[in-house]
């Protein structure tokens, strides 16, 4: 029998289906958006395509790192997310995704693996997910395929907050937020079995938290306009609790930018804890 081995570059899909308007005003009103576009029906929250995406993610998981493909693996963990946005989807558009693993990094608390979905309409490739999941206390002999692109902190942004955002956490987020995206992961909606991993009790969704900082963006980077985002990134430093406040702060960061954006910095800390950190976000001008 051959050694199980991490498969990079293998695809999976096409799958196939729809921007519903409603299904993305459950995704807005879960994640407690503060955008009127979307009860209007006239956009689609930029994280949105994470509830079409969510059964492939988990397929490209099993079948691009097999059991046993990474050594010594205690756990898995969502460590950081990249959305790139080439032009936004709109309400009644019809799509077709794929994904693939797409590269796997060694670091000292274990092995960082990234799958990348990519969303397209009858334009071509219209949203892409590189979503990395840490392998804790994994290792492998060396680098695969792609390397992650940087959104590292500019720490001289802190100098230049262009507001803050808060969002009142509620007891049954984790519960709306799982029928709205998919993700009904069992240690966001039971204690028992948040304890069995670790954890002291139920924790929200990584993408949850990701969704709201996405909303304050929007909100205070983007003029309201969701349409602009070219691109959200994300660490995500530490679990967030139902029942807690999350307070986004949104900087500028022009030193950052890229051709026709322009480049903010982000954080969000819920109970004096930073939960997402190194936020990185591109506003088309």
Partial sequence: MPEPKINIGEWIGPFEGRI?????LAYARATDDPNQVYEDGAAVPPLFTVSLIFDAYLQSVRDGVPQ???EGVRGGVHAEH????HRPLKPGADVSWKATTSGATQTRAGVLVAQHI???DDEGPAVEHYWTTLNMGGTIAGPLGEELVDHTFPEESRAHALGMHSFAVARDQAFRYGGASGDRSLFHLDDAAAVRAGFPSKFMQGMCSFAMCT???VKLAAGGDPDRVRRMACRFSAPMFPGNDLDVTVYDAPEASVEGSHAV???AI????VVIKHGRADIAD
């Fill in 265 to 267: 910095a982000f954080e």
């Fill in 20 to 24: 519903d308007a409603d299904a993305a």
């Fill in 270 to 273: 819920s109970n004096d804890v």
């Fill in 82 to 85: 990249d959305l790139r946005l």
């Fill in 215 to 217: 909303g304050a963006v």
């Fill in 68 to 70: 046993g493909a990474i």
């Fill in 118 to 120: 990519v969303v397209s």
